[in-house]
């Protein structure tokens, strides 16, 4: 059990730093034909080297058997409890690409489709248009207008999209118009509760406009719309823990994610290398860096299990660069599982180190998942992480007399 409110209250500011690696997916499977997971069977030194100097474990993302989204996952790790805290996936999208949202917009992730003559979706995703296209389309839907209620629209990368509905009296409490197949009509938006009926009605009659709009386009003839949410109210990891916290992502889901809780969001390259530059040049200014990962989870959904062990390679030649800079405290470890196996999300533990002079090392010399499950942590909640980093770094106080 962890109780994070006691962590908030033991909470002080101290100059040393924390570095939280998420390597995205990093968890998951022995692979059929070769017995081991995409961390077992990468060639990782320089991991297998500071896990030997460690305390290793596996983190559980949000609860036993349950399979998480990198939402709650990541909230976890942030130090704020998922299964209180539900944030849609709107809301990330919305962040990520810096739109600024109040306390009564609805936010949403967009996807332009293909549809047939009949209104039968052919493919979710356009044939992932370029960018520019998606951009081209977004400015021809600003005209798009609905009494009652405000339509902002942001373009994202290929086709994806971020609408914020901003008005009077609306919820977020929507189910997804996104069937999540093809084959299948896009869904009308339906309301969860009698107070959103009357949001469903305003997106419901938005939809209808672009439908029309789109018409005679192609291949992105139509929307979907999913995570329909409003802003849920977390405090900041400065209010709460007293640290001064930096994110290093390049993908806008969790750069939303890391603006939820209060983080500065830094620019970055794609590139591993270029996001540990990115740390190497702003260690100075911040006391707790999150850098994020993201190609261990992108290759795990593929089912990429070599394209999987390949980013983690590529990762692990970067971490004496991390080493370099000493951090006080330096954490690396995953969101979730993505097993290539799978080919998405799974509910297993994810391997987990933390690097201290204050650790008590356990002899191990491999970063693996059934390495780390001997590990001196165990297995525990991933809501522990950064408890684990404030106690490491000697930013938390003492309990009692």
Same mark, same amino acid.
Request: charge should be negative; charged fraction near 25%.
């Given at each position: 059990? @962890?109780?994070?409110?006691?962590?908030?209250?033991?909470? /002080?500011?101290?100059?040393?730093?924390?570095?939280?690696?998420?390597?995205?997916?990093?968890?998951?499977?022995?692979?059929?034909?070769?017995?081991?997971?995409?961390?077992?069977?990468?060639?990782?030194?320089?991991?297998?080297?500071?896990?030997?100097?460690?305390?290793?474990?596996?983190?559980?993302?949000?609860?036993?058997?349950?399979?998480?989204?990198?939402?709650?996952?990541?909230?976890?790790?942030?130090?704020?409890?998922?299964?209180?805290?539900?944030?849609?996936?709107?809301?990330?999208?919305?962040?990520?690409?810096?739109?600024?949202?109040?306390?009564?917009?609805?936010?949403?992730?967009?996807?332009?489709?293909? @549809? #047939? !003559?009949?209104?039968?979706?052919?493919?979710?995703?356009?044939?992932?248009?370029?960018?520019?296209?998606?951009?081209?389309?977004?400015?021809?839907?600003?005209?798009?207008?609905?009494?009652?209620?405000?339509?902002?629209?942001?373009?994202?990368?290929?086709?994806?999209?971020?609408?914020? +509905?901003?008005?009077?009296?609306?919820?977020?409490?929507?189910?997804?118009?996104?069937?999540?197949?093809?084959?299948?009509?896009?869904?009308?938006?339906?309301?969860?509760?009698?107070?959103?009926?009357?949001?469903?009605?305003?997106?419901? /009659?938005?939809?209808?406009?672009?439908?029309?709009?789109?018409?005679?386009?192609?291949?992105?003839?139509?929307?979907?719309?999913?995570? =329909?949410?409003?802003?849920?109210?977390?405090?900041?990891?400065?209010?709460? =823990?007293?640290?001064?916290?930096?994110?290093?992502?390049?993908?806008?889901?969790?750069?939303?994610?890391?603006?939820?809780?209060?983080?500065?969001?830094?620019?970055?390259?794609?590139?591993?290398? !270029?996001?540990?530059?990115?740390?190497?040049?702003?260690?100075? !200014?911040?006391?707790? +860096?999150?850098?994020?990962?993201?190609?261990?989870?992108?290759?795990?959904? #593929?089912?990429? +299990?070599?394209?999987?062990?390949?980013?983690?390679?590529? +990762?692990?030649?970067?971490?004496?660069?991390?080493?370099?800079?000493?951090? !006080?405290?330096?954490?690396?470890?995953? #969101?979730?599982?993505?097993?290539?196996?799978?080919?998405?999300?799974?509910?297993?533990?994810?391997?987990?180190?933390?690097?201290? /002079?204050?650790?008590?090392?356990?002899?191990?010399?491999?970063?693996?998942?059934?390495?780390?499950?001997?590990?001196?942590?165990?297995?525990?909640?991933?809501?522990?992480?950064?408890?684990?980093?404030?106690?490491?770094?000697?930013?938390?106080?003492?309990?009692?007399?």
């Amino acid at each position: 059990m @962890v109780n994070i409110e006691l962590v908030r209250n033991l909470s /002080q500011k101290t100059e040393t730093k924390i570095v939280m690696v998420v390597v995205d997916g990093m968890g998951g499977l022995p692979y059929p034909g070769i017995g081991r997971t995409a961390l077992e069977e990468a060639n990782t030194p320089n991991l297998d080297s500071l896990a030997a100097i460690s305390s290793c474990g596996l983190a559980e993302p949000v609860s036993l058997g349950i399979t998480p989204g990198s939402g709650p996952s990541h909230l976890a790790l942030f130090g704020d409890d998922p299964l209180k805290h539900e944030i849609g996936r709107g809301v990330l999208e919305a962040l990520g690409v810096g739109l600024k949202l109040g306390p009564s917009d609805v936010a949403a992730r967009g996807n332009f489709c293909t @549809v #047939d !003559d009949s209104g039968v979706i052919t493919d979710r995703r356009a044939g992932r248009i370029p960018t520019e296209e998606n951009q081209r389309l977004i400015e021809a839907l600003r005209s798009v207008t609905v009494e009652g209620v405000e339509v902002i629209l942001e373009p994202g990368k290929f086709h994806r999209f971020v609408a914020v +509905f901003r008005g009077e009296g609306l919820s977020g409490e929507l189910d997804d118009t996104d069937p999540q197949h093809v084959g299948e009509r896009p869904k009308d938006a339906t309301a969860r509760t009698s107070e959103a009926a009357y949001t469903a009605g305003l997106v419901n /009659q938005w939809i209808a406009k672009v439908r029309e709009a789109l018409r005679n386009e192609h291949p992105a003839n139509m929307v979907l719309l999913r995570g =329909f949410a409003g802003l849920p109210r977390i405090p900041s990891m400065s209010q709460a =823990f007293k640290l001064t916290p930096a994110a290093i992502a390049g993908y806008p889901m969790y750069r939303g994610l890391a603006r939820l809780v209060g983080m500065e969001i830094l620019e970055t390259g794609s590139a591993i290398k !270029d996001e540990i530059e990115t740390l190497r040049v702003h260690f100075g !200014d911040y006391d707790f +860096f999150y850098v994020h990962v993201k190609d261990t989870d992108s290759s795990g959904e #593929d089912g990429d +299990f070599q394209r999987k062990v390949e980013v983690i390679q590529e +990762f692990d030649r970067n971490v004496p660069s991390i080493l370099d800079l000493a951090p !006080d405290v330096l954490i690396v470890t995953g #969101d979730h599982s993505t097993p290539a196996k799978m080919k998405g999300h799974s509910w297993h533990p994810v391997p987990f180190l933390i690097h201290s /002079q204050w650790v008590r090392p356990q002899g191990i010399r491999e970063f693996g998942e059934s390495v780390c499950a001997k590990g001196d942590l165990g297995v525990f909640p991933s809501l522990g992480a950064l408890p684990l980093a404030l106690a490491h770094g000697l930013k938390l106080g003492k309990f009692g007399a």
